[in-house]
C-alpha cells in the first residue's frame, strides 16, 4: 500500500443465526421498552463510556454495571443483528435519540435484510442465513503522512457504496483502531 502498511487486521466472527426481531421482545419484558407504542422508559443521563446515556434501553446495552444488562446473554450479543441494533441506538458522539423503540426496530430489520442473505431449506423449510460477519476490532497501520490515512477512509467509504449498502454508513462503527 502506497504511503503505508498493514502490519496487522483483528477480528471475530459474529453469529448470524437470527431471523426474526423477537430477541428484543425481552427489552418488554423487562420493561425497558413500554407499552404498546413501544416508549423507551427514561432515566436520569450519565456518561458511560464516553456516551451520553439517558434511557433504559441504551444502559441496557452498554452498561455492563446495569440491572438490566444481563437481559442479553452473551451469545445474543454475539449475534450481528444484535450489533446493528446496538449500534442503531447507541449512535456517535452527534446521534439524536428516538423516543419509541418502534424506530430502531425498522431500521434494524431494514438494513438486516439488506445486508444478510436468507435462504430456505427446501428439505425441511426451515428459513436459515448464509451470510457471514464479521466485527472488525482492530487494524494496526503504519501510516506515514495524513494525505495517505484520507485516502484509506476514502477507498473505504467507496467499498461500501460499491457494495451497494449505502445505508450503513449512517452506523458509527467504531471500527478502526491506527497507530501512527
Known sequence: MPGGQYTKV????????????????????????VNENKAIKMMLEEEIKGIMVGDKLRECLIN????????????????????LFSSLVLGGAMC?????????F??????????????KDPKTNN???ESHAFEIQKIEV??????TLLTIY???????????IEK?????????SLHL
Open 10 to 33: 483483528g477480528f471475530k466472527k459474529l453469529k448470524c443465526d437470527l431471523i426474526n426481531l423477537e430477541v428484543f421482545n425481552k427489552l418488554e419484558d423487562a420493561g425497558i421498552v
Open 64 to 83: 455492563e454495571d446495569s440491572e438490566n444488562y444481563c437481559v442479553f446473554n452473551e451469545e445474543e450479543r454475539r449475534e450481528f443483528l444484535f450489533k
Open 96 to 104: 439524536q435519540y428516538e423516543d419509541k423503540a418502534t424506530e430502531y
Open 106 to 119: 425498522e431500521r434494524t430489520k431494514e438494513l438486516y435484510k439488506s445486508i444478510v442473505s436468507a435462504r
Open 127 to 129: 428459513i436459515f442465513i
Open 142 to 147: 503504519i501510516i506515514e503522512n495524513i494525505k
Open 154 to 164: 476514502h477507498r473505504m467509504i467507496t467499498s461500501l457504496l460499491d457494495l451497494k
Open 168 to 176: 450503513i454508513l449512517k452506523i458509527s462503527f467504531m471500527l478502526l
